[in-house]
């Protein structure tokens, strides 16, 4: 009996951890950059775009594409950012807990 109390006392802290672990994240802000810095894109750590910045250089007629191309990239570098950083953070949360390699979990 002992060790089930005990387990529900772990799973009860690892719950809690997963909550602050979770809130840390969405308080993150990660910049992603593409065109050699000329647009910027700020994501909170949910993915969602809290800022975007882009160079006055670019803003000629015949260059839309070419800046749509860049903040779609800008988007997907911080994006990308973010999932590592994610990644990072369930990696120390997890760290020898019996989870089995790739296995996303929900959040």
Known sequence: ????MGM???VKEMQEKMERMQAEIAALEIDGTSGGGLVTVRLDGKGQM????????????DDV????????????????????I??????????????????????
């Open 50 to 61: 809290k800022s975007l910045k882009i160079d006055p250089s670019l803003f000629k007629e």
């Open 65 to 84: 594409e070419i800046l749509e191309d860049l903040i779609v990239a800008a988007h997907k570098d911080a994006k990308d950012k973010a999932e590592v």
């Open 1 to 4: 009996m002992r060790d089930i």
């Open 86 to 107: 994610q990644a990072e953070k369930t990696r120390e949360l997890t760290a020898g807990l019996p989870i089995p390699p790739g296995m996303k979990l929900p959040f």
């Open 8 to 10: 529900m006392g772990k």
